[in-house]
């Protein structure tokens, strides 16, 4: 049976984890390749890198960092942040990234979704979504949440769908940062309407959390940064949880 | 030993390279018919869309070569569907190397099936210490019927062949390169296969 998804989510900036990392005795908790051996290890289905450069610089060192990560990391991992163009998504899948996360280019420029299908296949697309409820509907915002679109989410999650995204990755505003859950009942509507897998982010603070994502939410992945980073939840703990509740995951 | 990665421009093979490295053997990505001809071992990948990447092969004359060969040959993704009879992405011929056709999973599931599977039933000295029911790493949209060829399966919508072998021809829907520990095992298993070129 297909499993369920955990997902650790580290934000990169300049080749380095940002904020601190402390869930195990670690060399050096900034340096991104050494964390990514150590959550394979420890269970995790995938990971994401979310570059939060600004400089062309920082950039580079990203890619750098991708190879590297390819070169010492047995599980899949997805790259995403600033991702503009097919010629930015060539580099990062030839330097070893299996899938690249687009957020904001999608929205100035829909097409570019079609444009990554059809050049890499949907396997490697996924559409990162950021949205908000503000008066019980659902809006897109762009550049991490801040500025709003006329985008309503579940619409915006059927076009990309329709133009060849092979996943989302869907971040609540309300529940992001707050550790009260995910947002499972937008996520049980999303997973509805769509068939493509759809992964929760946002709101991660208990493994009960994890539990009813799965459950309630229907989604097919779950991905956290905290929660994991701080040792909080350990992985193996979280699946063998999920698993004494009958959801399938890899252990 | 000499390990040619058949590279003819379809999807991400640099994963694979890193693969065998961690393993100490170094790959060569290479194109070139006389050098696929004389290795030791050949891997034949593939990610995207089928009737490109039938195309890129067929440009690069590798179509009529890849099916010649006799020393082991381990297609990986879409590398296996090509070595099969045909398949219903782009309604594309295949090399015909397996007696099957691949068909795309239907809406009742969530298409591509994207994750991690188990396989079972393992027939064959690829699987030697990978016990059943280990987790593999998949993406896919289309898949292999479960045929006489099939030595794994995995259950997707349906009980499917996540792994053939016909002669020195294998190939794996999932990813061995990705798969972990399981998918390393996997691969070392390959390398160790008794070559008769």
Redesign the interface.
Known sequence: ?????IIPCLDIKNGRTVKGVNFVNLIDAGDPVILAKQY?ELGA??LVFLDISATLEGRKTMLEMV?KV???V???FTVGGGISSVADVDLL??????KVSINSSAIKRPELVNELA?K?????VVIAIDAKQIDGEWIVHLAGGTIPTNLNLFDWAKEVEARGA??ILFTSMNNDGTKAGFANEALAKLSTEL???IIASGGAGTVQHFIDTFKIGKS??ALAASVFHFGEIAILDLKQALEQHNIPV?I | MKLIIIDYGA??I??IQ??F??LGVDAILSNNIDEIKTADKVIFPG???ASSAMKMLQESGLDKIIPTLKQPVLGICLGMQLMCNFSEEGNTKGLGIFDVEIKRFS?AV?????????VSNLKSALFTGVKEKE?M?L???FYAENCKECIATT??ETAYAAALQKDNFYGVQF?P?????A??QLLKNFLELQTNN
């Open positions: 049976m297909l499993t369920k998804r394979a289905d995938e190879l390819a070169e010492q047995n599980i899949p899948l030839k330097s070893g990234a299996d059809e890499f296949g949907n396997q490697c092979g996943e068939n493509i897998p097919d992945a890899r | 999807g991400n640099k994963s890193f693969a490295k961690r990610v995207g869309e809406n969530k298409v591509p099936q994207m994750g991690w599977n188990t987790f790493y993406v896919h949209s259950t997707y990813h390169e990705k798969s972990s520990l998918g390393e």
